[in-house]
């Protein structure tokens, strides 16, 4: 007998550090193999939005923990990339400041909000055909996932990117330096599935490799990989 069950569209996870270049991944993996771009943290961040616009302190528990019943997110795929609805409000343009950051990275300490936030990208994620990028992608979100990459740099590289790629008189590269080490700090060793690789993931230090040296890399391994399953339907 013929099991008529459609088979999973593959998913391929990226995790890493801040400012490892993960979101460019995932969009370019995205576009050239056909593939959706969940976001896993324009999702915290649209929440930290929602905590900074109500009043409640991303440091405590309880009160995000309601909020967070009350709070629905949701990707909407464009050519340009996601559109990020916060209650049905499209909030893609704010999702970048500063205040927003790093909240979001406050917020995701919370066992309870890491639980809901999981909840909601398996659910988005769970006919495949995506490729996910943030901390805990590959070791909590979609453990089974069939490809997973862990993207890396040494804390000056992920920096100086991020100042090249948003300067700012009021953020120096040694500011953002001193911001990533912190963030770094928070996600490796927070409680609730800190930042690490994944036993099967394959681990890419950029530090000393272009932007088109890391996609070719990781290109060569999704074609070897998947092959032509990656882009069927």
């Known amino acids: 007998m013929t099991d008529a069950t459609p088979a999973r569209k593959p998913i391929i996870a990226i995790d890493g550090p801040a400012g490892a270049g993960k979101s460019t991944v995932a969009r370019h993996l995205a576009a050239r193999f056909g593939l959706l771009n969940l976001e896993s943290g324009a999702m915290y961040r649209a929440f930290a939005r929602k905590a900074l616009d109500s009043g409640v302190a991303p440091d405590h528990p309880e009160a ?15 050519p340009d990339g996601n559109r990020v609805l916060l209650d049905g409000v499209d909030v893609t ?12 990275s406050r917020v995701s300490v919370h066992p ?5 936030m ?14 996910m990028e943030g901390r805990d992608i ?12 862990f993207l890396d740099a040494s804390p000056e590289a992920r920096s100086q990117r ?11 590269p040694e500011a953002l330096h ?12 927070r409680a609730e599935s800190p930042l690490r690789p994944a036993p099967d993931a ?7 490799l272009t932007l088109d040296q890391v996609l070719a890399r990781i290109e060569s391994v999704v074609i070897e990989r998947l092959g032509v399953r990656v882009s069927g339907s």
């Open 178 to 189: 001193e911001e990533l080490r912190k963030r770094d700090e928070r996600d490796r060793n």
């Open 138 to 149: 590959g070791t909590v979100v979609f453990p089974d996932a069939e490809i997973k990459f």
């Open 112 to 116: 309870a909000i890491r639980s809901w």
């Open 202 to 208: 394959i681990v890419i230090d950029s530090t000393e």
């Open 64 to 78: 995000l923990k309601a909020l967070a019943r009350t709070t629905t997110i949701a990707l909407e795929p464009t």
């Open 93 to 104: 343009a704010s999702l970048r400041d500063p205040a927003v950051t790093q909240a979001a």
């Open 162 to 172: 991020r100042y090249l790629e948003t300067p700012s008189a009021a953020a120096t």
């Open 118 to 131: 999981v909840d909601l990208q398996r659910a988005m994620g769970r006919n495949g055909g995506i490729v």
